[in-house]
């Protein structure tokens, strides 16, 4: 068959869908099926929205676009390379993320929370001090610093390319006035800033088994992001008891630990966090209140605090 064949953004739509349903790709960085995933990358390869309304599928592409897709196509098979990592940009609360393979790819399931002001548990009037716990590409820090425009926003993290990344996002959306990026491990950089009102952390959780039985897709990203020992808890068994020495008393943690909920219970019974009934799919984000987090973990909390200070 000659390429020739594929004229328009439909036809390769619909040839890159039936391509990766015949290689057996993974969808896990944005989409969940087939044709989702080709329509991403095509309409990203052809600078269109992911939005782009139906009547435009018949439009016709030129000789040049047609080579680059068909190559772009073949790389996502070949190289397993998740679509956002090809395209160098990610979607997340309907807003553009510049990334690549030194940051996570944004897809938590807290966009749904931002995008609602984490109603029913905050008052967003209340809310003047931010931290998004291991930014990354700075997805949820921006969105955060969107949703409430008079907060100020500490975006931590550790990792040289989180924070490059960051700052630039923040500044691609007019933020960077109230988004401050800071080198830090987990919540320990915050010093002085004053108590949280809302700390929102997607941390590592996947488990040792789990990380031998990724998609290859999932080895295009920071191992570090992934990879949490041997229950999948070992980053959130340090942020507990930090979270609770930041958070204000009436302020909110929100995190997330995906498949690790089973595996967060048996590691903190004692921690009465009430998981979210997530609307668009996702699973494994609770949310605790600053008290009854202090309450929870008490004198090992302030004893850590101690320790960190």
């Known amino acids: 068959m000659s390429h020739h064949t594929l004229q328009t953004i439909g036809d390769h739509i619909r040839y890159a869908a039936s391509r990766f349903e015949a290689a057996g790709l993974h969808y896990g960085h944005g989409t969940d099926n087939a044709i989702d995933e080709a329509a991403a990358l095509v309409l990203g390869i052809l600078h269109m929205p992911p939005d782009l309304a139906a009547g435009w599928f018949t439009c016709r592409v030129t000789d040049d676009e047609r080579e680059t897709l068909l190559a772009a196509i073949a790389e996502r098979i070949d190289k397993r390379r998740p679509v ?47 931290a998004d716990v291991g930014t990354g590409c700075g997805c949820i820090a921006v969105a955060c610093a969107l949703a409430f425009p008079q907060a100020e926003v500490f975006a931590l993290d550790n990792a040289a390319g989180a924070l490059a990344h960051a700052p630039h996002n923040a500044r691609r959306h007019g933020v960077s006035g109230r988004v401050r990026v800071q080198r830090s491990d987990l919540l320990e950089g915050l010093g002085q800033a004053g108590a949280m009102d ?97 309450s929870a973990l008490g004198a090992d909390a302030a004893m850590v605090g101690d320790g960190v200070a």
Not at 108 to 121: R, T
Not at 198 to 215: E, F, G, H, Q, W
């Open 198 to 294: 809302l700390i929102v952390a997607n941390p590592p959780y996947v488990d040792t088994r789990a990380m031998t039985t990724l998609p290859p897709e999932y080895r295009h990203e920071p191992r570090e992001a992934l990879a949490a020992g041997p229950d999948g808890m070992d980053v959130v068994r340090r942020l507990l008891p930090q979270a609770a020495r930041c958070l204000a008393p009436a302020g909110w943690l929100v995190c997330e630990v995906g498949h690790g909920m089973a595996a967060f219970e048996a590691a903190f019974p004692e921690v009465p966090v009430t998981w979210v009934d997530l609307e668009r799919g996702g699973e494994g984000v609770f949310v605790i209140q600053g008290e009854a987090l202090q």
């Open 84 to 130: 956002p990592y090809i395209l160098g940009e990610g979607w997340f609360c309907g807003l553009s993320f510049e990334v690549d393979e030194s940051v996570l790819i944004p897809r938590s399931p807290i966009a749904e929370l931002i995008e609602q002001g984490f109603s029913p548990w905050i008052d967003p009037a209340r809310v003047e001090r931010i």
